[in-house]
């Protein structure tokens, strides 16, 4: 981008979604705006870091809080699983990396082992990206209790029909608290690859609503703290609480408000923002 900037400097240079900064190495701030003219931001909290290295930056909001909720089926999900209505449903998405599916699918056997331990009428099921489909179809299937499998085209389904979820930090997360899901977080990475990052991280939270809202609404284990053991403890926390469930999900989408879910379609706004720095480059 900088050698195009440098080769056509009469040509604006809008680069749409920056690096995540606020996470980790945020040094790479100076380097996006030394190499192009405007950035078009997913949330709020990108913007800060990007202006105070004089990149003008638009706020356009993210596809993901804008996912239609509305069409899901919680009641008909349950019907074509043989799920009763009060029935208490655990829901797993191990993720949508094979690294991700590696690390954590053994995490969440063991964890929901214990919970299945404790309650045997727990229902269980695991969401598995079309991505990965086969590897988590084959790892579950070697799970000593009945789980119902997932695709993607049931997910939303699945998330309204979930009494609490078991989500691999990323968009998931964003998905499961438009759904209205309490949630646990869990991640791992490679011991080595842990070791390296870890000096450059920067973000107290992984979970974006949970950045927004700088408090840690939804719990995260990260790393050594996700143990089947502290993963089941705070699944059966949930499990156990209705009030504690209904407050979850309530501070979930106050904290996707925060990240922008009442906002406008973020394609009208980035095409608006486009045809301003266009236009301001023309100099009308």
């Known amino acids: 981008a900088k050698a195009l900037k440098e080769a056509l400097p009469g040509v604006p240079l809008i680069k749409y979604v920056g ?5 980790s190495r945020p040094g790479r701030a100076k380097t996006l705006a030394q190499s192009v003219d405007h950035l ?21 909001g993210s596809q993901a809080l804008h996912v239609d909720m509305n069409a899901a089926d919680p009641a008909a999900f349950r019907a074509r699983r043989g799920i009763a209505p009060d ?25 929901v082992g214990q919970l299945k331990r404790a309650n045997p009428a727990l229902e269980v099921a695991v969401v598995a990206a079309g991505t990965v489909a ?12 009945r789980v119902h499998l997932v695709s993607e085209a049931e997910k939303y389904d699945a998330m309204k ?6 989500a691999t930090s990323g968009t998931v997360s964003t998905e499961l608290a438009l759904a209205g899901a309490p949630m646990v977080i869990g991640y791992r990475f490679q011991p080595l690859s842990y070791a390296i990052m870890k000096p ?24 050594k703290d996700a143990t089947p053991g502290n993963v ?23 904290a996707l408000d925060l990240m922008g879910r009442n906002a406008p379609d973020p ?13 301001a480059k023309a100099g009308r």
Do not use: C
């Open 19 to 23: 690096p995540q900064v606020w996470a």
């Open 161 to 166: 029909a979930a009494t609490v979820a078991l």
């Open 267 to 279: 394609s009208s706004l980035a095409a608006d923002a486009v045809l301003r720095v266009i236009a």
């Open 40 to 60: 078009l931001a997913l949330y709020a909290f990108d913007a800060p870091w990007f202006e105070r290295e004089g990149l003008e930056t638009t706020v356009v």
């Open 200 to 223: 450059f991280f920067t973000g107290k939270y992984a979970t974006l609503f949970n950045h927004a809202a700088d408090e840690e609404i939804a719990r995260e284990l990260i790393q």
């Open 134 to 145: 086969d590897d988590v179809a084959g790892r579950i299937a070697a799970w000593p209790f």
């Open 87 to 111: 029935a208490d449903l655990l829901l797993v998405l191990p993720g949508s990396r094979p690294s991700e599916i590696k690390l954590m699918t053994p995490v969440y056997e063991g964890a």
């Open 232 to 254: 089941a403890a705070e699944v059966s926390r949930l499990l156990a609480d209705p009030e504690a469930r209904r407050t979850l999900a309530e501070r979930q989408t106050a």
